[in-house]
């Protein structure tokens, strides 16, 4: 699936289906999970080379497409990818965050209990690596902001840049 950029709604992939939503799908104990749905939630991202060149108008077909406008989509798109995104990981973040907390508390209370332990540990490796995600997310969206900024600065100038 490509995402859609032309007319389509943020957030919406080409041939219907949806991107992620981080609250309804997102397992955030499950850290293979979590990564799969945010390489489906990275796919505009991965593409967008790809995308650029099919929506940046060559010289020859400069007067049939508004490139104006695609950028303008292109640039809504990925600017409501990367929120969503963030938002995701951040959610799951807070979320692993207060099980480290509660199996803390719960360890200190039973010390000599192996089993708490083990969860604990697991749950706190589990957090780095979803913490880790957000230092991805950077350098996915600095890549992503870079590439469109090359391909559209002449044809759509955003509000804020990112």
Request: a positive charge; glycine letters at 4%.
């Amino acid at each position: 699936m490509k995402p859609a950029f032309r007319g389509a709604r943020p957030g919406v992939l080409r041939g219907g289906g949806k991107m992620a939503a981080p609250s309804e799908e997102l397992n955030c104990q499950d850290f293979s999970e979590f990564q799969d749905v945010l390489r489906v939630m990275r796919q505009i991202d991965d593409r967008i080379v790809h995308e650029l060149n099919t929506i940046i108008p060559t010289a020859s077909f400069a007067g049939k497409i508004d490139a104006n406008q695609t950028c303008k989509q292109l640039y809504e798109s990925l600017k409501q990818a990367h929120v969503s995104r963030e938002k995701a990981i951040k959610s799951c973040i807070n979320e692993s965050s207060s099980r480290v907390n509660k199996l803390r508390e719960e360890r200190n209370k039973d010390m000599d209990n192996l089993t708490l332990l083990k969860q604990l540990r697991k749950e706190q490796t589990n957090l780095k690596l979803i913490q880790s995600e957000l230092n991805v997310e950077e350098v996915v969206n600095d890549r992503s902001w870079k590439v469109f900024k090359d391909r559209c600065r002449i044809h759509y100038k955003p509000p804020n840049s990112p």
